[in-house]
């Protein structure tokens, strides 16, 4: 009951003190996803910084679409915000600030550059709070999906053969793509929907309509916010049940439906280009983990590690004898901690992070994973293109990344699944968009 007197309230008609006095509409609820609610008010302006940026990108995008891609952007990021509050995962100003800075820097911009072309409009402090959320659900997405991930030693060889084998020079395919959602094992009424929607899909494309208006009105991907531009996606990181299709496609060609775990795929080849293939840079690492539990806080893992760092830095043991000795991570501990040569992109995002802000012998202050806390020393920094370790960690790398990709829409899928999704926007029910989960509210009991 709750929930449902906070939905009714939500809309509010101040009753004039005079009779003939104006009513005021406040603010209403476009979408209840669990027990949260999403605003009419949040969704106008999602709708509106899609449009927005699509401008920027000399997309067109027609209103309607840009706000159903609005609200599956808004679903999904609640979804998530949602499970990582539940974990407790937080993000502090402090972090915001070197968060901030390390986006902006690899984007060759400042913060305020970035915050504007995200949140262009907004106060300083609301952009601040887009940027947050976004960077939040960002890194647990990558958490959360990387412990899905598996890769054996002869995937990694046999691609790193192949790389080998190509030499320098690698096409990249600038692609856009439609995802109708579609479960690994539907009902029949479910199967039948995503076909209908499929085939209204090929008919508007058909009759001349824009790729970026059509993935908008109808794709469920992330990328529908932006048209559906993927952008210039190298060969290795195509995913391996389009690459055929894809290599044998011409510029302009338009590709499926084609069915994956999480739905119909149709992918569009705007252009081909053939690039230098960028140089490994690998990172020389070992770490000191400290796992908290009931009976060791955040507090004490941070303080204990401080201590460990300042009696390393004394000289009063090194590095791998405080490892050997303190780490509880099983697979380095043995090896004083030592992690080997490897590519930021197969470590937790926030270990990655740190680990790549450091100098060569410098070791980090405690930092916070989805493992627990660390120190990281960083004992070397390598770039090149030929060794047979170079081809073997960009292997992983790109093999880490395409599974990245397939797990991170199974991992977003069960999430739905698992959700209550009730829309009340009128302008996407009068419009007919179907994006309700009906899983029983428990506020609602």
């Known amino acids: 009951m709750k929930l449902r007197q906070l939905i009714s309230g939500l809309t509010v008609t101040l009753a004039a003190m005079q009779v003939n006095a104006a009513p005021v509409v406040l603010d209403s609820t476009a979408a209840v996803v669990n027990n949260d ?3 009419e008010s949040e969704l106008n302006a999602a709708q509106q910084r899609i449009i927005a940026n699509a401008g920027r990108q000399k997309i067109a995008l027609d209103p309607l679409g840009a706000r159903k891609a609005a609200m599956e952007h808004l679903i ?7 499970m990582a509050k539940e974990r407790g995962i937080e993000l502090t100003d402090m972090q915001l600030d070197q968060a901030l800075a390390d986006t902006a820097a690899k984007n060759n911009t400042t913060p305020e550059q970035l915050l504007n072309g995200m949140a262009a409009g907004m106060s300083p402090a609301a952009q601040r709070d887009v940027f947050r959320n976004e960077y ?3 890194e647990f997405r990558r958490s959360g999906v990387r412990s899905r991930i598996s890769i054996s030693d002869a995937e990694v060889n046999s691609l790193a053969q192949q790389l080998k084998k190509r030499g320098s020079i690698e096409p990249r395919y600038h692609l856009g793509q439609i995802l109708i959602p579609l479960s690994a094992n539907p009902t029949e009424a479910q199967y039948n929907q995503a076909q209908a929607q499929a085939q209204e899909v090929k008919k508007a494309l058909n009759s001349g309509a824009s790729f970026a208006s059509v993935a908008a009105r109808y794709s469920a991907d992330a990328s529908a916010s932006k048209g559906g531009d993927l952008g210039y996606v190298p060969e290795t990181r195509v995913p391996m ?3 055929p299709a894809v290599v044998k496609a011409k510029p302009g060609t338009l590709i499926g439906p084609m069915r994956s775990p999480i739905g119909l795929h149709f992918m569009k080849v705007f252009d081909v280009s053939n690039d230098a293939v960028e140089p490994i840079t690998t990172y020389d690492a070992a770490h000191i983990l400290l796992k908290t539990s009931i009976i060791l806080s955040d507090d ?4 204990q590690l401080l201590k ?3 009696n390393i830095l004394n000289g009063e043991y090194s590095f791998a004898d405080a490892a050997r000795k303190y780490s509880e991570d099983t697979g380095s501990a043995g090896k004083g901690g030592d992690l080997g040569y490897n590519v930021p992109g197969i470590f937790d995002p926030a270990f990655a992070r740190a680990m790549v802000n450091l100098q060569k012998g410098q070791i980090s202050d405690p930092i916070r994973s989805s493992f627990g806390w660390h120190i990281i020393l960083l004992k070397d920094v390598k770039t090149d293109t030929g060794s047979d370790a170079a081809y073997k960690s960009r292997a992983r790398e790109i093999l880490f990344e395409r599974e990245f990709q397939e797990q991170s829409g199974l991992w977003e899928q069960q999430l739905r699944d698992n959700a209550y999704i009730h829309i009340t926007d009128p302008k996407l029910l009068e419009a007919g968009f179907n994006m309700e989960h009906q899983k029983e509210n428990p506020s609602s009991k």
């Open 76 to 82: 999904t990021n609640t979804l998530v915000l949602q």
């Open 308 to 310: 460990i760092k300042q």
């Open 300 to 303: 004490a893992a941070r303080d």
């Open 241 to 243: 049940g389009f690459l």
């Open 37 to 39: 609610i999403i605003l």
């Open 136 to 138: 939040m659900i960002n």
